[in-house]
């Protein structure tokens, strides 16, 4: 294939998309890096490595793995051989991920208020009611700007085809944005000079996109909102990336005893008194978001918040209730809400995905268990699912019932082959497989979407699992000019 020795005996896998070839053609957008990882020896590809994994451990740039109900906190690993996409590409992605929020936000409004989608039955009511997520407490509220979601973080993968398709859509509290962008930081430090030859677009400015989101989003309209990121709390498995955002923002890390409500007014506790809160980009669930109002046990939160919240005192970003619109039985309607609320057809598909409460489509997935992946309707993480090809026959017949106890919490797909990405591991490039996930900003002007995203990578050979808390890692994502 090529003579240099990072190349050698790379593989080329039959029936899966490779980024980076076709079959034994280096694809038009990695031919300048392709050129460049070329004349660098093994050795200092190496020494580069070595130096960003020493980058991410002296920034403490890491996550949380829970495991026997312990939090252990890892670094978080990083390839350095960059994901490249196209101009075309993105186009594509950002148009098609526009065109889906536009309908979850009309959903969300709807499904909080007139609920006509689920009177004309394009969404079955019994469906949304049994929603963990669907809050009684949202109904009829006027959220501002008609805005529930803010933030998202929209996962796109690519099947052997090259079709790109929507894996999930993470509407409450998505992370993964400060990973983005320290990714970006260690290969500008690592590879200095490639990211202005290869005319990469920049993903440094979304602190100061999202803080200008959040500002508009202030009920007081002042030139100087105060802003807070309430976070749970160190043992957060995301806490690195709240604090990270809160400094890159230049606004306060707060926790919810930092907090305080007096006359539906939110206020935070200083040295010097009291001070009127206007904004809060929450990291924290929603029932832990009220004492009052949700679980009277949580700590987390404030109690009065969504007193304050309903009387249009303060903003919260993400708007409590999204959850209803990323429960994965729900990501089955998402084309149907874009027909009914914009009249146009899907431009980026869902994987085919079968409900397992139809009694019709359970009994296809389990005469088809081998070729399916099947997950809770309401995890992350990769917790609680298995893929079939993957599991015994045992484990197989043992998670049958556990769907049967209830069928409403679980939904399967086919499995989808994932495209694969060089990976620089144990001095040469080997594929793994990848999915995508852009992070888009909704506010009052529009929606903006950073030209990127976080690639998260599956490095366990074979592995289709890209999340961090199941072995998975990560790369910078170029988003090329041309």
């Known amino acids: 294939m090529v003579s240099a020795s990072v190349f050698k005996n790379y593989p080329y896998i039959e029936k ?38 020493r ?42 991920i526009k065109q889906r929020l536009k309908a979850l936000n009309l959903f969300l409004n709807d499904v909080y208020s007139n609920q006509f989608i689920l009177k004309d039955k394009i ?7 049994s929603c963990p997520h669907y809050l009684r407490e949202m ?20 099947d052997a085809d090259g079709t790109f398709y929507v894996l999930e859509d993470n509407l409450r509290t998505p992370s993964g944005v400060s990973y983005m962008l320290e990714n970006r930081e260690i290969t500008k430090r690592i590879f200095p000079d490639i990211i202005p030859q290869n005319l990469v677009r920049s993903v440094t400015h979304y602190p100061q996109l999202l803080y200008k989101n959040l500002a508009a989003l202030s009920p007081r309209h002042n030139s100087n909102p105060n802003i807070v990121m ?66 009277p046990g949580s700590l ?39 027909r009914y609320y914009l ?16 009694a019709e489509e359970r009994d296809h997935v389990f005469k088809n268990i081998e070729n399916m992946v099947i997950k809770k309707t309401n995890e992350s993480g990769g917790y609680g699912m298995i893929i079939g090809n993957a599991a015994t026959a045992q484990e197989l017949e043992a998670y049958k019932k556990v769907v049967l106890q209830n069928p409403r919490q679980f939904i399967a797909q086919p499995i989808v082959s994932l495209s694969s990405v060089p990976c620089y591991i144990n001095e040469k490039l080997q594929p793994r497989r990848v999915d995508l996930r852009p992070f888009a900003l909704c506010g009052p002007a529009g929606i903006d979407i950073v030209p990127g995203g976080l690639t998260r ?13 199941q072995g998975g890692g990560s790369k910078d994502t170029w988003v090329l000019n041309v």
């Open 16 to 53: 899966i998309w490779d980024e980076m070839y076709n079959k034994h053609e280096v694809r038009t957008p990695y031919k300048k890096l392709y050129n460049f990882l070329q004349d660098m020896p093994v050795a200092e590809l190496t020494r580069k490595e070595e130096m960003a994994r």
């Open 55 to 96: 980058l991410f451990m002296s920034q403490g740039i890491t996550f949380t793995v829970y495991a026997s109900g312990e939090g252990v906190e890892q670094i978080f690993p990083f390839d350095v051989i960059p994901r490249i996409i196209d101009a075309a590409e993105w186009a594509y992605i950002e148009k098609g």
């Open 123 to 129: 969404i079955p009511m019994d469906m949304i009611y």
């Open 139 to 158: 109904h009829n509220l006027q959220v501002p700007h008609e805005l529930f979601v803010h933030i998202a973080g929209i996962d796109i993968v690519r």
């Open 230 to 295: 309430l976070t749970p709390g160190i043992y957060n498995s995301a806490y690195f990336e709240h604090s990270t955002l809160a400094r890159l923002m230049g606004i306060e890390l707060v926790e919810g005893k930092d907090l305080v409500v007096d006359n539906h007014r939110v206020f935070m506790k200083t040295t010097s008194g009291l001070q009127r809160v206007d904004v809060i980009y929450r990291r924290v669930d929603d029932e832990f978001l009220d004492p009052l109002v949700f679980n």
């Open 300 to 338: 987390l939160g404030v109690a009065g918040l969504m007193s304050a919240y309903r009387k249009g005192h303060v903003a919260i970003v993400n708007a409590p209730g999204n959850g209803v619109a990323d429960d994965k039985a729900t990501y089955i309607h998402v084309p149907d809400m874009i």
């Open 343 to 358: 009249n146009e057809e899907p431009i980026l598909k869902n994987v085919p995905t079968y409900h397992l409460a139809d």
């Open 457 to 469: 990578v599956a490095l366990k050979e074979g592995s289709l699992v890209v999340n961090s808390s």
